[in-house]
C-alpha cells in the first residue's frame, strides 16, 4: 500500500511540475533562450527528489570551456543524476529519439542524437558536438556505447571522442578540456548496495523498462554519488586513442573507489 501511494505522489509531483516547466522549455528551444539550458536541471532534481535518488557530488566541475564530459552508464537514471547535477547535453544513439516519453525528455534537452553505424555521417556528427561545446554547452559522452550492470566500466570506444579534436580550433586557448565523471549507485535504504543489489539501479537494456521504472519508485531510496575526476587537455597534437585510454582509466578508478566505500584523494 505504501510502495503504491508512493507512485501515486512520484506520479501527481512530476505530471505537475511537467505541465509547467515543459511549454516553457519548448519557448527557450524556440527563441533559443539560455534558460533552455537551465530548465531541465530544475526538472531532473524534482524528478529525482520524487523517485527518492539521493545525489551526492565529490569532486568539482571544470569551470573551463569548452568541455566534454565522459561517464559510465548503467542506466537512464544516470540521465537524471547527471542532469540534476549541471545543465547538460547528451550524446545519444538516434533509436533514444523514438523512445516513448525518454525521446522526448531528449529532444527537450536538446540531445545530439547520432548514427554510430553509418561513418558517412560522423564528421557531421561531430561537427554538431563540436559547435555545441564552442557555444559554451557541457557535453556529456557515454564512451562505452551500451549499459553495463553497474558494478564496472565496460570497454570504452574512441570513435566520438574526435569531436572533441574538431572543437579544438574554436577554443580561444586552443584547448577543449575533456572531465571523467562516475556515476555510482551506492546505497538502498542507507544500507549499502552489493554487487547482488546493484541491478535494481541498473539497467542493462534486456529489462522492459516500465516495470523497472515502477522497481526504482517503489524502493523509493537510492543513493547515487557523482564523481568529477582529473581532466585531460585536448590540443591540437593530442592522440585520441591515448585521451580515450587515460579517461578510460580514471573513471574505472573513480567508479571503484566510490563502489568500494572508498573517499577520493
Not at 503504491?4 to 501527481?12: C, E, G, K, S
Not at 572543437?167 to 578540456?177: E, L, R
Not at 585531460?232 to 587515460?246: C, G, Q
Not at 578510460?248 to 571503484?256: F, G, P, Q
Amino acid at each position: 500500500m505504501i510502495a503504491w501511494l508512493r507512485i501515486a505522489f512520484a506520479a501527481v509531483v512530476i505530471l505537475a511540475v511537467s505541465i509547467v516547466l515543459m511549454p516553457l522549455q519548448v519557448l527557450a528551444l524556440s527563441f533559443d533562450w539560455r534558460l533552455r539550458r537551465s530548465l531541465p536541471r530544475v526538472w531532473h532534481r524534482i524528478v529525482c527528489y520524487c523517485l527518492g535518488i539521493r545525489v551526492r557530488v565529490s569532486g568539482k566541475l571544470e569551470d573551463r570551456r569548452p568541455l566534454m564530459l565522459c561517464s559510465n552508464h548503467s542506466s537512464w537514471l544516470d540521465i537524471m543524476v547527471m542532469s540534476a547535477v549541471a545543465d547538460v547535453v547528451f550524446i545519444a544513439k538516434i533509436e533514444v529519439r523514438d523512445w516513448p516519453i525518454f525521446g522526448t525528455l531528449a529532444k527537450l534537452q536538446k540531445s545530439v542524437f547520432v548514427v554510430r553505424e553509418e561513418r558517412r555521417k560522423t564528421g557531421h556528427q561531430a561537427n554538431e558536438i563540436a559547435g555545441r561545446m564552442a557555444d559554451g554547452e557541457i557535453v556529456v559522452l557515454f564512451p562505452e556505447g551500451t549499459t553495463s550492470d553497474g558494478n564496472r566500466l565496460l570497454e570504452v570506444k574512441s570513435s566520438l571522442f574526435g569531436a572533441a579534436a574538431m572543437a579544438v580550433p574554436y577554443s580561444p586557448t586552443g584547448t577543449v578540456v575533456v572531465q571523467p565523471v562516475a556515476v555510482a549507485y551506492t546505497r538502498v535504504h542507507g544500507i549499502a548496495m552489493g554487487r547482488y543489489h546493484r541491478p535494481l539501479a541498473a539497467w542493462p537494456g534486456d529489462i522492459e523498462l516500465l516495470p523497472h521504472l515502477l522497481d526504482i519508485v517503489r524502493c523509493g531510496a537510492i543513493d547515487a554519488e557523482v564523481s568529477f575526476g582529473e581532466a585531460v587537455d585536448y590540443r591540437a597534437e593530442t592522440s585520441r586513442k591515448e585521451v580515450s585510454a587515460t579517461i578510460a582509466l580514471r573513471i574505472r578508478n573513480l567508479l571503484n573507489s566510490r563502489l568500494r566505500g572508498r573517499e577520493i584523494s
